[in-house]
């Protein structure tokens, strides 16, 4: 039985990756952070369903910050494949906290490659690398021979452990890959990023639950897909006879704009009534626009994404209408 060891395993791809090493047989083995709050709402399920086999999946307490605990969990562990996904991975709360941002998110994935080095045996690497680094876009649509410019410090901090990746992969012979994703949303999406925001906005006010959506620039575009569909690429990278990088993406774009009015025509909603520019959600330095081409994937993983820009936002306002409904009958917000 293979064992794979999952960074922010309670995060969005986290919690779908678990899902779907568990139903190939994996002992998976996730990095939890200490909260003062509940972190596993995303991934309770796996505890609850019968039909999952939940002794297979193990949480321990680490941090990415924390090069010492990293060590002994790999040296406990001995996986065979390592997924990094652990991140600060709010691109406009990385201009608030810079320096926590690149500590987790750059030099966390050093601290991590090193873990790996000194384990003794040679697990394969999987890194979180992400689109934000194209950021202000040399060539359209962007493929794994892009030049990178970032615009924030997420996107900074990214490209240092997407080099990090390729290096410890020249320098050690490490099976090292870079996933290039592109935005890629679900219900499981964290609250403060656009779609779910406004999927989630969207039904509370569908259920007068609320009046307004508060967002900041309707025009930028991005290419997004479904997560559910992105982890398999993750998984797929790591099956291959080389290491590589790749690509991860749907190859088209759509507006802020579009996926609100996508979302709220669903909910026969005028949009124009309830939303509102807010200065405080635009950041210092914008990433305008995000396509990709995932040629290479297709071609060489056999990739391809199911999903389409009309079935997301649709299985997101279908999974959040749920919710406000359960908020209507609770008299309160809740969360999942
Ligand atoms: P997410 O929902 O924000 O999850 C991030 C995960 O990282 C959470 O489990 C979080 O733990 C954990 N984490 C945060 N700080 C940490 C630290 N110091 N040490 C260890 N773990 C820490 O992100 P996601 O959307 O699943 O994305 C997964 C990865 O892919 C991230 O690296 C992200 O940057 C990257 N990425 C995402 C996208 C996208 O569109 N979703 C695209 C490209 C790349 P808590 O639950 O305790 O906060
Ligand atoms: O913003 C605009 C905002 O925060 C998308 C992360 O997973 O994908 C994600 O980063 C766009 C931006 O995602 C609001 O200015 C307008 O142009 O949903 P987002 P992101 O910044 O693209 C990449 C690939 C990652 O790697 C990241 O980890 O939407 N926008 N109004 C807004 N964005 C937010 N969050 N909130 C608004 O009110």
């Known amino acids: ?22 139903e190939k047989d994996y002992e998976v083995y996730g990095i939890i952070r200490r909260s003062s709050s509940f972190n596993t709402g995303r991934i309770d399920h796996v505890y609850e369903d019968p039909h999952v086999p939940n002794r297979r999946l193990t949480l321990m307490y680490g941090d990415l910050s924390d090069s010492g605990c990293l060590s002994s969990i790999l040296n406990r562990i001995q996986p065979d494949e390592v997924y990094n996904l652990g991140a600060q991975s709010h691109v406009r709360v990385s201009f608030d906290t810079p320096e926590y941002t690149s500590d987790v998110v750059g030099m966390g994935t050093i601290r991590l490659l090193e873990a790996i080095r000194h384990c ?28 990178f410019y970032p615009r924030s410090p997420y996107g900074v901090a990214k490209l240092f452990g997407y080099w ?15 996933g290039i994703l592109f935005n890629h949303e679900s219900p499981r999406r964290g609250e403060t990023f656009v779609t779910r925001k406004i999927t989630r906005a969207a039904a509370r006010i569908k259920l007068g639950l609320q009046e307004t959506l508060y967002l900041g620039n309707l025009d930028a575009k991005r290419d997004w897909g479904f997560a559910k569909d992105y982890v398999e690429a993750m998984w797929l990278m790591l099956q291959q006879d080389r290491p590589d990088d790749y690509v991860i993406a749907t190859g088209e774009t759509h507006s802020v704009r579009e996926f609100v009015e996508e979302v709220f025509s669903y909910l026969e909603l005028n949009w124009e009534e309830h939303v509102e520019i807010d200065p ?28 389409t820009f009309r079935d997301l936002a649709r299985i997101m306002v279908d999974a959040d209408l749920g919710l406000a409904e359960q908020e209507k009958a609770a008299g309160k917000r809740l969360t999942w």
Do not use: H
């Open 1 to 22: 039985m293979k064992k794979a060891l999952i960074t922010g395993i309670t995060g969005q791809d986290g919690s779908y990756l678990s899902d779907l090493l568990l």
């Open 120 to 147: 003794g045996i040679k697990p394969k690497f999987y890194q979180a690398s992400s689109s934000e680094m194209f950021g202000k876009v040399m060539e359209v649509p962007q493929t794994e021979k892009t030049p």
């Open 164 to 178: 990090a990746t390729v290096n410890y992969r020249e320098a050690y012979d490490l099976f090292a890959c870079n």
């Open 280 to 307: 405080r959600y635009l950041r210092p330095t914008e990433v305008d626009l995000l396509i990709g081409d995932p040629s290479k994937a297709r071609r060489q993983l056999n990739w391809q994404p199911k999903v």
